[in-house]
RNA sequence: GUCCCCAUCGUCUAGAGGCCUAGGACACCUCCCUUUCACGGAGGCGACCGGGGUUCGAAUCCCCGUGGGGACGCCA
């Protein structure tokens, strides 16, 4: 049988980590086995989904490179389908009508938990053979709910945690239509998974409460029953839950902030799954070593770290000409326009090795294209009132020099030794002038790039 | 409160009874490289939650405890 998996969001939010792996989990596993990965949108909450919200979840997975085969299927679009199978269930009598107002059920729920008990549905209008059932009140516009077995276990063996077992008496009977008659969440799921033949059910760990009631759900459809693969949450940097006021960011938002998706990708993969010691592969490798065994059960904890790590690893390796490209990008976005003089690939070749993020590269490298800012304290320690003779002898010698690397490195040694100093005694005030800071690659390489006049000009703010 | 789940270095993890005086990676520390800072290289620090079993032998299996998390919606 062909494996098929489906990524299920709800459209309320922006796809942050933990929903990303989840995506990616699936989609994995799809490419794995050459099977098909469906994207379905669960909007059955009218009042929290919005199209800003899909478009923000299609963009995050478009990001990644998270492509699906079949959909975006939009569950408002199939409620007619989930009304012939809410009356055929009525017709079979394995749901029925309930009056109870919510305050009526809140109070149950009080008292249930006063007596310490699991707060649940208590049936009352349940039909039973030979149970009388209240009076129908008319002002009252009724919920369905689903006749949930009242005995026996439903049991399953997970994917990711093996055996689960919880007894029909935890459940009650659960609501698959609203008063409005609008179908639930978990009576929406059963019916798409059921004829989307989704044949493994790959989603978080708070889904895991769900899983019985929709196995009853599914026996009472006649349907078969996936296999299930509950992955446990990504808590954030801090150890801490990760929520809307806390922590949540969108997937998006690492591309602003500078990270690659490939590294994204690499260091999600990671997170709660492994293949031995391997830390770095490509997405390819991935969906090759991809499988349900090796996926922790416990929670995990994101670490920035880590990622920037990662981050600094692809960095490295990316193409010279999109790296180009991203940050040209990146420099406009910060108000720098680049100077074509400068050869921009050279400059992020000599700087890739440094930075975390693009955004860091992006800013390592500015001071090539506006005046750099002055570290007060690299000024004072490096340039000193005795080495300015010397670095006036230099730029004169620069002024007429041939502007290679070579020839640059020969003048700045020139100036060491015929002075009878160390040579970082020159090539640190040099470093100063000339980028504005003690850090920098290869003076002389910097210098190269830079070009003769921005070089000398920026010596002559400091010898003049 | 009730039910369900989880538990190896600070963090991500390897580990399917002997290969474990517990391996790798990030972070951290030291040294090397060096023109500063990085990169890179070599080392180092650092963990099986506790208690009982089972077994010749347990990080691995079982039970109890403890701790953490999740669920208990006419949300998904």
């Known amino acids: 049988m062909t494996v098929r998996t489906r990524f299920a969001p709800s459209p309320t939010g922006f796809l942050h980590i933990g929903g990303a792996r989840t995506a990616l989990f699936s989609w994995a596993y799809a490419r794995k086995h050459a099977g098909q990965f469906i994207l379905r949108i669960e909007d059955t909450d009218v009042a929290r989904s919005t199209p800003e919200a899909v478009q923000a979840i299609l963009d995050g997975m478009s990001w990644l490179g998270l492509d699906w085969d079949e959909g975006p299927f939009y569950q408002m679009q199939r409620m007619d389908r989930y009304k012939d199978v809410i009356s055929k269930l009525l017709n079979e009598g394995k749901a029925y009508y309930c009056y109870s107002t919510k305050e009526e059920l809140e109070t149950l729920r009080e008292q249930q938990m006063a007596e310490g008990k699991k707060p649940r549905y208590d049936g009352r209008w349940r039909p039973e053979a030979g149970k009388e059932l209240p009076v129908v009140p008319t002002e009252i516009p009724p919920v369905i709910r689903f006749k949930n077995p009242l005995s026996g276990n439903v049991v399953w063996d997970d994917l990711v945690k093996g055996q689960i077992s919880i007894s029909n008496e935890e459940l009650d009977d659960l609501i698959i239509a609203r008063a409005d008659g609008t179908p639930t969440y978990n009576f929406c799921v059963v019916v798409d998974d059921w004829e989307m ?268």
């Open 197 to 464: 033949g989704i044949t493994q059910v790959i989603r978080g760990d708070d889904h895991v409460n769900n899983t019985p009631r929709q196995i009853n759900l599914l026996h009472a459809l006649g349907a078969k029953i996936p296999q299930y693969a509950h992955l446990s949450m990504i808590l954030g940097d801090d150890g801490q839950k990760l929520s809307k006021r806390h922590g949540a960011v969108s997937v998006m938002q690492y591309d602003e902030d500078g990270y690659l998706p490939e590294a994204v990708l690499n260091y999600l993969a990671r997170l709660g799954w492994s293949h031995g010691d391997d830390e770095i592969f490509s997405t390819e490798q991935f969906c090759q070593w991809f499988d349900l065994d090796h996926i922790t059960p416990s929670a995990a904890q994101f670490n920035t770290e880590k990622l920037n790590w990662l981050n600094a690893h692809y960095i490295k390796q990316a193409d010279l000409t999109s790296l180009a490209k991203d940050i040209i990008k990146r420099l406009a976005l910060k108000g720098v326009e680049v100077d074509e003089q400068i050869d921009i690939q050279a400059v992020i070749a000599l700087y890739r090795d440094r930075a975390n993020t693009l955004n860091q590269l992006a800013d390592s490298i500015a001071y090539f294209y506006q005046t750099p800012e002055l570290d007060q304290a690299a000024l004072e320690k490096h340039i000193t009132p005795e080495i300015v003779p010397v670095m006036q002898g230099l730029f004169q010698q620069l002024e007429s020099l041939e502007w290679t690397v070579e020839n640059l490195h020969v003048a700045i040694e020139h100036a060491v030794v015929s002075n009878g100093l160390k040579f970082p005694k020159v090539a640190m005030p040099l470093r100063v002038m000339v980028t504005g800071g003690a850090q920098s690659p290869s003076i002389d390489a910097v210098m190269a790039l830079l070009g003769k006049d921005k070089v000398l000009e920026r010596m002559q703010t400091f010898i003049a």
